[in-house]
């Protein structure tokens, strides 16, 4: 569990790891007037937040890494696959008044849009729809192919991709979903999305100390 606020004693034992390291847990309890049970709890978070590490026989010491090293650390371990929700798809013959339709109902800011055999070919964003709305055509008559973005100007994601790179993309392309695919032998399919508000949610998972 990664804790990044820590109480007095537990910067204390750090201290005197930094000084002392490396050190047994009996030789850090006596430094604090305590017993080595009172102490086994900070100990342990300690090491699983990575502040300090242990070795039998020899003791504790310290890792040398910050707060906020711990914490990319631990951001950078998430991955796609642990956060990804399902995917929202429409067919490409699908009109543009449908797809507003879809869009709304199913409270996303994006679809994807699959062929006849499931597969990704395009991407509908609300700026897309919306555009498509201020003209005069008939909502009811255009398909929803006319204006997606299409492959391969799609921008995705893998299952073991790590969040931190997709939420890089999803910054530096200014976009606020991404298809989670994988290839077949027909081509890519769409098994998931990653989303702004999926970042945003696993971040504060991370800082609310939720992920192990």
Same mark, same amino acid.
């Given at each position: ?6 109480? $007095?004693?537990?910067?204390?034992? =750090? ?7 490396? =050190? ?11 017993? !080595? ?19 039998? !026989? ?18 950078? *371990? ?47 964003? !609300? ?18 192919? =006319? ?21 890089? $993309? ?11 695919? *994988? ?30």
């Amino acid at each position: 569990m990664i804790t990044i606020e820590l109480n $007095k004693r537990q910067e204390q034992i =750090i201290q005197i790891v930094k000084d002392n390291g490396p =050190i047994t847990g009996e030789a850090i309890a006596d430094q604090l007037n305590l017993t !080595r049970a009172t102490l086994r709890p900070d100990l342990a978070i300690l090491t699983m937040a990575g502040y300090l590490d242990a070795r039998p !026989r020899v003791g504790y010491f310290y890792t040398g890494k910050t707060g906020g090293q711990l914490l990319s650390e631990a951001v950078k *371990k998430l991955v796609v696959k642990e956060y990804q929700s399902l995917p929202v798809v429409v067919d490409k013959n699908v009109s543009v008044y449908d797809a507003i339709c879809t869009m709304f109902l199913e409270d996303v800011g994006t679809l994807f849009v699959i062929d006849h055999d499931a597969l990704l070919i395009g991407v509908l964003s !609300r700026k897309d729809l919306l555009r498509a709305s201020l003209g005069k055509q008939e909502l009811t008559a255009v398909p929803v192919n =006319i204006i997606m973005t299409r492959m391969p100007n799609i921008t995705t994601c893998r299952r073991e991709d790590s969040l931190y790179e997709v939420a890089k $993309k999803l910054i530096e392309r200014q976009i606020d979903a991404m298809p989670v695919v *994988k290839e077949t032998e027909k081509g890519i399919e769409v098994i998931g999305r990653i989303t702004k508000t999926t970042i945003s949610r696993a971040f504060v998972d991370l800082v609310n100390n939720e992920l192990l």
